[in-house]
C-alpha cells in the first residue's frame, strides 16, 4: 500500500502547495509589465501563478509596436481550463483587450476575490483600451470585482470625467467605490503632482507645483472615508533637473502591484495588509532595479528579489 503525503507536513526538501492565482492578461514581448510581470510577481510572493492571455503585444522599453487580440472563444477555452482544474483563490486582471473579454470575465469570475487593474494606457503613452473596454468594464467588471487599482488617470477614465478634471485622489477613489468594488487608487510620484500619469511631457507642463513627491499616497477606499496609504518614493527620472540621475525602470509597477496586492490576499491577507504589502514590495523592486540598464527607454521594475542570480553552484549544490 503507497503512503500518503499528508500536504500540511511537507517531506524534506519539499514545500507545501502554493495558493493559486489566475492572472488574466496580455503578454509584453519586452518583459517588463502584463503577464511576464504577473507571473514572476506570483512566483516571488509563493503562489503558483496560472494564466489566461488576452492579446500579444509586441512592446519593448520603447514603445507599444503593435496590439493582437486572441479571439473571445480562445480566451473563453483557457478561462475553462484553468478554473475547471486549478481552481484560484484570487483572480489577477490586467489588460484586457477587447470590450467581449472583459464580459467574458466578468461573467465567468464572479463570486471569485477578483482584483482589477483596469489597464488603459501603457506607461510609454500607447492606448490600450478604447470606449467599447472604458463601457464594459464599467456596466460589467467594476459590479463583480473585490478590489480595483486604477491610478488617477484611470479612476477619472472609468467615472467618466475628462482628462484634466481636477477632483482630488481621495474623491476619485471614493466615487469609484460607490460603484460597488473597494478601490486602491494607486499614487506614484507623478499624482502627487496633481497628474495621472507619468509621462515625461505632463511633468514639464506643471513644473511649477511644488507639492513634495518624497512620498507615494496611495487611497484605499471600501465605502466610507478612504484612508491614506503613505510610503517612500523611489524617484524616477523625468524632465526635471533633479531627477535627471533617478531610475528610468519603473515599467511594470502597476502590474507588479496588483499582483502583489492579490499574491496577499491568496495568502490570507486583509485588504489593507495586502495594499501596504503591496506597495511595500514595489518600492523595494523599484530600488533593486535602479542601477539596470536594460534596453533604451523605461527599463522594468525588478519583479522578483533574485537579482543578482545565485551562482549555478548554489542552485544545483
Ligand atoms: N516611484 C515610485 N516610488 C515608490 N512607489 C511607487 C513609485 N511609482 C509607483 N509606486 C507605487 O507603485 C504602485 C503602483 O502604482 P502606479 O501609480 O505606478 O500604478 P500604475 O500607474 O497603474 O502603473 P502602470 O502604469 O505600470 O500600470 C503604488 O503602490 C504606487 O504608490
Ligand atoms: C501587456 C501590458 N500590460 C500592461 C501594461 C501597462 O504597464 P505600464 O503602464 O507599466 O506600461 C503594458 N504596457 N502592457
Not at 518583459?31 to 506570483?42: E, H, I, K, M, R
Not at 518624497?214 to 510610503?231: E, I, K, S
Not at 495594499?275 to 540598464?293: F, H, I, P
Amino acid at each position: 500500500m503507497s503512503a500518503r503525503i499528508a500536504r500540511s507536513s511537507p517531506a524534506e526538501g519539499t514545500s507545501p502547495t502554493p495558493p493559486v492565482v489566475l492572472a488574466i492578461a496580455a503578454t509584453d514581448s519586452g518583459g517588463g509589465a502584463g503577464l511576464a510581470a504577473d507571473l514572476a510577481t506570483l512566483s516571488a510572493l509563493g503562489v503558483h501563478g496560472t494564466l489566461v492571455v488576452t492579446a500579444i503585444t509586441a512592446q519593448d522599453t520603447t514603445g507599444v509596436h503593435l496590439v493582437h487580440p486572441v479571439p473571445a472563444s480562445v480566451v473563453a477555452a483557457q478561462l475553462e481550463a484553468v478554473l475547471g482544474d486549478l481552481p484560484p483563490l484570487v483572480v489577477k486582471t490586467g489588460m484586457l483587450g477587447t470590450a467581449d473579454t472583459v464580459r467574458l470575465v466578468a461573467d465567468r469570475c464572479t463570486g471569485i476575490p477578483l482584483v482589477v487593474d483596469p489597464v488603459l494606457r501603457a506607461t510609454t503613452g500607447a492606448e490600450l483600451a478604447d470606449h467599447e473596454v472604458l463601457h464594459a468594464y464599467r456596466h460589467h467588471l467594476l459590479p463583480v470585482a473585490t478590489v480595483i487599482t486604477p491610478n488617477a488617470s484611470e479612476a477619472r477614465a472609468l467615472l467618466g470625467l475628462d482628462p484634466g478634471d481636477p477632483t482630488p485622489a481621495p474623491e476619485l477613489a471614493a466615487a469609484l467605490a460607490a460603484l460597488g468594488p473597494a478601490v486602491v487608487l494607486t499614487g506614484g510620484p507623478s499624482t502627487a503632482l496633481g497628474v495621472g500619469t507619468n509621462s515625461a511631457a505632463e511633468f514639464a507642463e506643471i513644473g511649477t507645483n511644488t507639492e513634495s513627491t518624497d512620498h507615494c499616497t496611495d487611497w484605499l477606499a471600501t465605502g466610507g472615508r478612504p484612508v491614506a496609504l503613505t510610503h517612500p518614493t523611489v524617484q524616477v527620472a523625468d524632465e526635471r533637473p533633479e531627477n535627471r540621475g533617478a531610475t528610468r525602470n519603473d515599467h511594470g509597477t502597476g502590474c507588479t502591484f496588483a499582483s502583489a496586492v492579490a499574491a496577499r490576499l491568496a495568502h490570507g491577507a486583509d485588504l489593507p495588509t495586502a495594499a501596504r504589502d503591496a506597495a511595500a514590495y514595489v518600492t523595494t523592486q523599484l530600488q533593486r532595479s535602479s542601477t539596470w540598464d536594460l534596453g533604451t527607454g523605461r527599463g522594468p521594475i525588478a519583479h522578483t528579489h533574485a537579482h543578482p542570480a545565485p551562482a549555478p553552484e548554489e542552485i544545483y549544490a
